[in-house]
């Protein structure tokens, strides 16, 4: 079966500080890969996905970059955080046939002081 | 672009009463997918929905695209305590490997 992991659980940053959350799963190959970003009592807010190795499409302009090295592999990084990058990190993955149901990982909550 | 309007934002009901969360698009729907989450936690899958009057159950929870495809509404019967969390809907953006999701709904169940 597929598992998706997601590292660290919780982190506490100060501002200007650098990033780096990782995503790996397991179980499948080739899979379409998500970051989403969840504030406080909002909906998800797509941050990246990628559909393969170095290939990277970004959703919204921001302090942040994704990275995907290997196959099961994603990484979300920022050279300098904001304040308003506090808030909880999801991955997730999804095949690259139809029906393009998501799983997700366990989370991130990011605070930024 | 694609929108999701789920209402109500947050419920609370009584533990044994039934509710209905709505989710409504501003455009066709091609697929529609309904998630939970507790808090905290990530976004556990229910169901998918792809065809105009479709209509799927698990446990105690129903879910229903309408004829048009641009409604669906997740009803859940006898609620219970662990039913309470965040319910989310999220829709296909058509030619797209992607998702689009709505704010989602709050739901607490009192004892």
């Known amino acids: 079966s597929q598992t998706i992991h997601q590292w660290p659980a919780t982190l506490v940053q100060p501002v200007g500080s650098p990033l780096s959350l990782e995503c790996t799963v397991e179980?499948?190959?080739?899979?379409?890969l998500y970051w989403y970003r969840q504030a406080a009592g909002r909906g998800l807010q797509l941050l990246f996905y990628?559909?393969?190795?170095?290939?990277i499409s970004s959703e919204v302009p921001q302090n942040l970059s994704a990275s995907r090295p290997q196959d099961r592999q994603f990484i979300l990084s920022s050279k300098k955080l904001l304040l308003s990058d506090s808030g909880f990190y999801l991955c997730?993955?999804?095949?690259?046939?139809?029906?393009?149901?998501?799983?997700f990982g366990p989370g991130t909550r990011l605070t930024v002081t | 672009s694609q929108e999701l309007e789920q209402s109500p934002q947050s419920l609370i009901v009584q533990e044994g009463k039934n509710l209905t969360i709505n989710c409504t698009s501003s455009k066709t729907l091609y697929g529609l997918y309904w998630y939970k989450q507790k808090y905290g936690e990530g976004l556990i899958f229910l169901m998918m929905l792809q065809k105009g009057g479709e209509e799927k159950s698990h446990e105690k929870i129903t879910a229903k695209l309408d004829e048009k495809k641009q409604q669906s509404s997740l009803h859940i019967t006898a609620s219970q305590p662990s039913h309470a969390g965040i319910y989310l809907c999220g829709a296909e953006i058509q030619g797209a490997q992607k998702l689009v999701f709505g704010q989602g709904t709050r739901l607490t169940i009192n004892p």
């Open positions: 179980g499948t190959s080739n899979p379409n």
């Open positions: 997730a993955w999804s095949a690259k046939v139809p029906p393009y149901e998501q799983y």
């Open positions: 990628s559909v393969g190795i170095g290939q």
